[in-house]
């Protein structure tokens, strides 16, 4: 490795690092969650929030645009948003007769789709195509989208009123799916204190930090690290073990000559425990979502200051990826921290189910 690829490696953690100790500070107590999500963005991915109102949701979409130096703006879905007011619509002017586009909140670069759930599934499947070839098609004319572009949406969980489940194909488009949960007691301290200060500041007249003061870096630097993030190396061992993962979700174990290993249910784990694999109730995982799973992995070796993927970063990253894929159904739990023990254990499932070292099973 050349010195000029070397204090791009060390520039590139310095970074990263600044930017969790920024926005860790802004959302106190998720040091983990934090991390989840810049690993989704330097990912290119989309990330989804699923959680109760006020838990920090919104806090955590602006933080991440404004630590970043990135265009932001938040759309609270309702139940009579229209597609134009996500997208954007064509109004005639009559000044020199001619149609002008008016752009939607979708062209900036970090867009917060808040309560993505409350809206009309027509409304919904306005970010279809934006999260899947980043542009627009307006009026028969198609619009590119800003570079990096980043959606973040919030919903709340499916036994809250006036909320409508996200279809499969869009939830396919989130790279990640997570939870904040509540804070822990001394997070919650700081919270109260926070607030606090923030009060006596006001009285006092005194300036608080801005938007502007919290970019760490620009929109050039984020590109890079994202290209940084692609160039980490991944072994076949590894790209076997996410294989083998994705093809026990679908059933069944395929073999390179593209034909069905007919000992899939009676295969044997790491623990020399007889697997059956048909005992694992699930949705299959689609050639995407395992796309979703490299790519996430990947970022996760990037932000651990490694240039390879370890198996240990596929099953960092495993639930919060394919947790929402897996899943049979949305509407069948009416407590979301139910729900998402049940998509952990299954997720778990399919992990233990599956040899690190023989995963294909040659």
Request: glycine share 4%; charged share 20%.
């Amino acid at each position: 490795m050349s010195q000029d690829l070397i204090n791009a490696h060390v520039n590139h953690q310095q970074t990263v690092q600044a930017i969790l100790t920024k926005i860790e500070s802004v959302l106190l107590g998720k040091p983990h969650q934090c991390r989840l999500a810049l690993t989704c963005l330097l990912a290119q991915g989309h990330l989804l929030i699923e959680d109760l109102p006020g838990m920090g949701k919104t806090t955590l979409a602006h933080s991440l645009a404004t630590t970043l130096g990135l265009s932001y703006q938040r759309t609270q879905f309702t139940s009579d948003l229209l597609p134009g007011d996500v997208v954007g619509i064509s109004i005639f002017n009559t000044d020199n007769n001619q149609f002008e586009l008016h752009k939607g909140p979708i062209f900036n670069q970090v867009v917060l789709a808040d309560e993505i759930n409350r809206a009309s599934p027509k409304t919904q499947s306005a970010l279809l195509e934006a999260m899947a070839e980043k542009q627009v098609s307006i009026d028969g004319t198609t619009y590119e989208l800003p570079t990096p572009f980043f959606v973040i949406a919030t919903q709340n969980p499916l036994y809250h009123a006036g909320t409508y489940p996200l279809p499969e194909s869009q939830l396919d488009r989130f790279m990640m799916r997570l939870s904040l949960g509540f804070p822990d007691i001394k997070a919650q301290r700081k919270i109260l204190l926070a607030q606090t200060n923030l009060a006596t500041n006001e009285t006092n007249n005194e300036t608080t930090e801005t938007s502007a003061d919290l970019a760490i870096i620009d929109k050039q630097r984020l590109v890079a690290m994202q290209d940084a993030v692609q160039q980490v190396t991944v072994a076949a061992d590894v790209l076997d073990y996410i294989i083998a993962l994705c093809q026990l979700s679908r059933g069944a174990y395929v073999g390179f000559d593209g034909t069905a290993n007919s000992n899939k249910n009676n295969r044997v784990n790491g623990n020399n425990k007889t697997d059956t694999s048909s005992d694992i109730n699930c949705k299959p995982l689609s050639p995407r979502a395992s796309k979703a799973l490299l790519s996430a992995a990947k970022a996760h070796a990037f932000i651990n200051d490694r240039d390879y993927v370890l198996p240990d970063d596929v099953q960092a990253v495993f639930y919060v990826v394919c947790q929402h894929r897996l899943e049979i159904s949305a509407s069948h739990s009416h407590h979301l921290n139910q729900e998402q023990e049940e998509q952990s254990s299954v997720a778990r499932q399919l992990l233990n189910s599956v040899d690190v070292l023989n995963p294909l099973g040659f």
